[in-house]
């Protein structure tokens, strides 16, 4: 136990975030002493790069190691989970290839150079990553995934959520980890390279989104996200207070392009805030999507015959804790035309897929949620009307804009958690 106290207090000690500066990521410290292969003499003009730098946010990892004279070493930061591959080098001397996972709050290396020999070159086989397209991807940006989750929210009147440094490394740990391994999964095998406890306990709290052949930036991950009705749900939820987001991409050779990404909505739930009225869009408000793609998991479109992808972006209601009555009719309006659509709630949706119907009846019931499903895709800069009549009379009634813009939505498939 004594041990395990100094261990979480070495990594506060290293992850402290620098005043002023908002922290993207936690991260531990690398130090590492350069000599001379045959004299043992420190080289204090080496060089150690950490190329895989490029791919993170820079305030949570050095692209270069910093002399640090006290110490006789170069340090670097790098974010905790996250995989590091140090180069160190030297004009005049073979580079050495150091690789690792930044588990530890500090390691240490004590690394020797050797005069490069005349006509010979030192081989350092790694695997090859390559972009066809010559366009460098994306890089993890949790700011920016936590912005336009925020954005969406705010077009449900709900607030803002902050991010949590420790919930954003596993989930970009397990993000890593549906890449490296092409799947879409909420959990991650411990007998598998890359397994992580809280790469694990992310996907399992967590929604995700995987996309072959695609490379979504992170705000365009968290629009996938937010596209998919039982997703926004989730993410919309008033009593969220704090989210962890990670994304992934991975670009090969020999086995093609790989994106996703996880939003841990879970472990940040505020059980205490009920008695909140949500629409979605909210009133007099825009959607920012015209259609849903219908690559969601479950699909609310199995509860709803007739009708086929692409449909329109779907209306959401929540109700905490409880709807107002018993729903006895709707309506959506264009102006004065009235819209087919498909309403959806926890004792009307049905889905061949046992578990997957399970999931939506309980995202839907513990939020006193419905969905209204357009039956075709919306238009933009046009203005709708939604009316729901509840037993005893009671309407209530919406009316919203589409957007002039609308956000073109990345193709990824999109999975609840297990939990809900």
């Known amino acids: 136990m004594k041990k395990l106290s100094l261990w979480i207090a070495a990594l506060l000690l290293f992850s402290t975030t620098v005043p002023g500066l908002a922290q993207s990521l936690p991260w531990v410290e690398v130090w590492v002493t350069v000599r001379h292969g045959w004299t043992g003499t420190v080289m204090t003009d080496a060089v150690v790069e950490n190329p895989r730098c490029a791919e993170l946010p820079a305030d949570s990892c050095s692209r270069y190691g910093v002399w640090n004279a006290e110490r006789q070493a170069f340090i670097l930061k790098v974010p905790r989970l996250e995989v590091y591959e140090l180069s160190i080098s030297r ?34 086989y790694l695997p090859i990553v390559i ?13 920016a995934a936590l912005g336009r989750l925020n954005f969406w929210r705010g077009l449900a009147g709900v607030p803002a959520v902050n991010g949590n440094l420790e919930l954003h490394s596993g989930c970009r740990a397990h993000a890593r980890w549906m890449v490296n391994w092409q799947t879409a999964s909420h959990t991650e095998d411990p007998n598998l390279p890359g397994y992580t406890m809280e790469g694990d306990a992310c996907g399992q709290a967590g929604i995700i989104a995987f996309g ?31 989210i962890g987001f990670g994304s992934a991409r991975l670009d090969t050779f020999w086995t093609g392009t790989y994106a996703a990404a996880a939003l841990d909505v879970f472990r940040g739930l505020d059980y205490s805030r009920s008695g909140t009225q949500i629409f979605f869009p909210r009133p007099n408000g825009t959607l920012p999507v015209l259609s849903y793609t219908g690559l969601a998991q479950p699909d609310p479109l199995t509860a709803c015959p007739g009708y086929a992808a692409p449909t329109g972006a779907a209306l959401l209601a929540l109700y905490l804790p409880y ?6 009719s709707t309506e959506l309006r264009q102006g004065s035309t009235l819209l087919a659509h498909c309403v959806i709630h ?33 238009q933009p800069n046009t203005a709708y009307t939604a009316r729901l009549t509840y037993s005893g009379g009671q309407i209530v009634q919406w009316s919203f804009n589409t957007s002039a813009a609308p956000l073109a939505v990345v193709p990824m498939q999109v999975l609840l958690p297990h939990g809900d």
Do not use: C, W
């Open 91 to 124: 004009s005049g001397f073979n580079t050495e290839i150091r690789s690792g996972t930044a588990v530890d709050p500090l390691t240490v290396m004590d690394v020797r150079l050797y005069p490069a020999q005349p006509g010979t070159m030192r081989y350092v």
């Open 131 to 143: 972009k066809s397209d010559n366009i460098p991807a994306p890089v993890y940006n949790p700011t």
């Open 212 to 242: 072959v052949n695609v490379t979504p930036s992170d705000e365009q991950a968290v629009d996938a996200l937010l596209a998919s009705p039982f997703h926004a749900l989730l993410a919309l939820d008033p009593r969220l207070g704090e």
């Open 323 to 328: 709807p107002p009555g018993t729903l006895v």
């Open 346 to 378: 926890a004792a009307s949706y049905t889905h061949p897929n046992l578990q997957l119907q399970q999931q939506g009846r309980s995202a839907l019931a513990e939020r006193g949620a419905l969905m209204i499903i357009p039956r075709y895709p919306l």
